[in-house]
């Protein structure tokens, strides 16, 4: 039997982008459909934030929730060339943003936040997939199956794609390409008694811990966990065939000295899992009554741990274009472009050290002479970089 619902809006994905945008759109008074294929808690990778999160977080009014269940990351740690390690603080970071952040185990952060959508008035539903929309001249149709086996028929005016690396609509649409000027593919885990910087709160994300194959981030959980993983070129992460997940892990932190230093102790405590290719992006991220926002537009690298950030930052200007097409069509189109614009900006901002992060050159450069300035870059990405200036 299929059911039939009516919405102003259907949010495709409750990731923090898509619980973001409900949150927003329900506040003003839209009937908001959110829509989560999986059941929260469910694992997802992406456990460091930025200063400049917390912002959002106050406006989204999630800023105590956040902080109830997050570790306080002030700053990270890079490593030098000749062994030893700078530390840069965000209380250094150029700019108004906040002079801390938070490390949070995604699957309590995730939940938090699509809770906080349904206690702000959506409809948020778990265990839906969409599977098909088709774009209507007055309106969206899309059918939806549950995990019991049933199905939905729903009408909504406007969609909004939120599916992250499932990339609902790029994928429907065919409009999704990978990013062949900067292909690369991760492979990570959570570990316990892992070591950290004598001195430091233990919250320090270390990240751009450099190897022959890619870089390696090590971020310190609420938990007493660490999450640890590699971003390695795609052919480097092919040889795994045969391996067994975990064994190709523990082989490849072996070819880093500085990471094997502070695997002395430690032990693997979760599943090892890997991720294909990052790198990719959608020819299109709006339309007549759709829009996307964070990875179900475009992902590069998680180097500078903007993921969050994206996400929910994109959901603060989405739902601006979203409320204002809604109230007045006629300027849906204009709304579009300027929020394109900014994506577009931030996002060759981003690329723009991504690529020269992961050339040799800079690299050594960074290794040797820079770890301020790289540290100065992580936290640009996390203020202004991704969409301009207020």
């Known amino acids: 039997m299929t059911a039939t619902l009516d919405c102003d809006v259907l949010v495709v994905g409750g990731g923090p982008g898509g619980s973001s ?3 927003l759109l329900a506040r003003r008074g839209w009937r908001v459909l959110l829509l989560e294929r999986d059941h929260h808690p469910r694992f997802h990778i992406g456990e460091s934030l930025l200063p400049a999160d917390l912002p959002i977080f106050e406006q989204l009014g999630v800023l105590e929730k956040v902080r109830a269940i997050g570790r306080v990351k002030l ?9 030893s390690w700078g530390t840069f603080l965000f209380k250094r970071a150029l700019g108004n943003t906040p002079p801390h952040a938070f490390h949070v185990i995604r699957e309590q952060f995730d939940q938090m936040l699509f809770e906080h959508a349904r206690e702000n008035g959506a409809d948020a539903r778990e265990g839906i997939k969409v599977e098909r929309t088709e774009f209507l001249d007055d309106h969206i149709e899309a059918q939806a199956r549950q995990d019991d086996g049933g199905t939905l028929a729903i009408r909504a005016r406007y969609l909004v794609d939120a599916s992250g690396r499932e990339t609902f609509l790029g994928k429907q649409m065919k409009i999704v390409h990978r990013n062949e000027e900067h292909q690369s593919a991760a492979i990570y885990a959570h570990f316990e008694d ?7 709160s233990g919250g320090n994300i270390i990240s751009a811990i450099a190897f022959e194959h890619g870089w390696a981030w090590f971020i310190p959980l609420p938990n007493g966990t660490t999450s640890i993983g590699c971003v390695c070129k795609p052919e480097y992460l092919k040889q795994r065939r045969g391996s067994p ?11 880093i000295p500085p990471a094997q230093a502070r695997l002395a102790n430690a032990r693997l405590v979760s599943d090892v899992r890997a991720t294909g290719n990052y790198s990719y992006a959608c020819t299109r991220m709006a339309g007549k009554r759709w829009i996307m926002i964070g990875d179900a537009y475009a992902f590069l690298d998680p180097i500078f ?18 409320d204002g097409a809604l109230r007045e069509p006629k300027r849906e189109a204009a709304l579009q472009r300027r929020y394109a614009r900014r994506v577009r900006a931030g996002l060759r901002r981003f690329s723009w050290f991504i690529y020269r ?17 790289l540290g100065c870059v992580k936290c640009a990405v996390g203020g202004e970089i ?5």
């Not at 890079?78 to 062994?83: I, K, L, M, S, T």
């Not at 190709?248 to 932190?253: A, D, G, N």
Request: charged share 15%; proline share 4%.
């Open 75 to 83: 700053g990270a740690d890079f490593p030098r060339a000749h062994g």
């Open 245 to 255: 997940n975990t064994e190709f892990l523990l082989r490849t932190l072996a070819m």
């Open 305 to 322: 741990s903007s993921g969050v950030y994206l996400a929910t930052h994109g959901a603060l200007h989405a739902a601006e274009v979203v």
């Open 357 to 373: 992060f992961n050339s040799p050159v800079m690299r050594g450069l960074f290794a040797q002479r820079a770890v301020d300035h």
């Open 194 to 200: 892992v070591a950290f910087t004598p001195g430091d």
């Open 386 to 390: 991704y969409a301009g200036r207020k």
């Open 21 to 23: 945008i409900s949150t």
